[in-house]
């Protein structure tokens, strides 16, 4: 029904930046918030931030003022621009998205495969 696939992920050394994106396809009739979790290695799955349909953004406090999201509901996609990227930033990153779908009418919660984004001392 709803697919999202993930991009822009990497090995990257501490301090340096990276942009990942995250384009939905599908049965889409409407999206309505869009995330970013990550996961690292041992540890739970975790919100990094989230946009909704407004274009209002909240943060984890341990990325605020160096992670930026946005969206492009034209696209249907959604970035996620890190800057000052630490070692401890290096996990699994999921896209997240709340979709209401066409057919049938529905709405779901779809998760993107991840992308590994690594950060070296």
């Known amino acids: 029904q709803v697919q999202l696939v993930e991009s822009g992920g990497g090995l990257v050394q501490a301090g340096g930046s990276l942009r990942l994106s995250c384009a939905a396809s599908?049965?889409?009739?409407?999206?309505?918030?869009m995330a970013w979790y990550r996961q690292a290695p041992g540890k739970q799955r975790e919100l990094v931030a989230i946009?909704?349909?407004?274009?209002?953004?909240s943060y984890a406090d341990s990325v605020k003022g160096r992670f930026t999201i946005s969206r492009d509901n034209a696209k249907n996609t959604v970035y996620l621009q890190m800057n000052s990227l630490k070692p401890e930033d290096t996990a699994v990153f999921y896209c997240?998205?709340?979709?209401?779908?066409?057919?049938?009418?529905?709405?779901?919660?779809?998760w993107g495969q991840g992308t590994q984004v690594t950060v070296s001392s």
């Open positions: 599908g049965s889409i009739a409407r999206i309505d918030s």
């Open positions: 997240n998205a709340v979709v209401l779908t066409t057919t049938p009418r529905y709405v779901g919660r779809y």
């Open positions: 946009i909704n349909s407004g274009g209002n953004t």
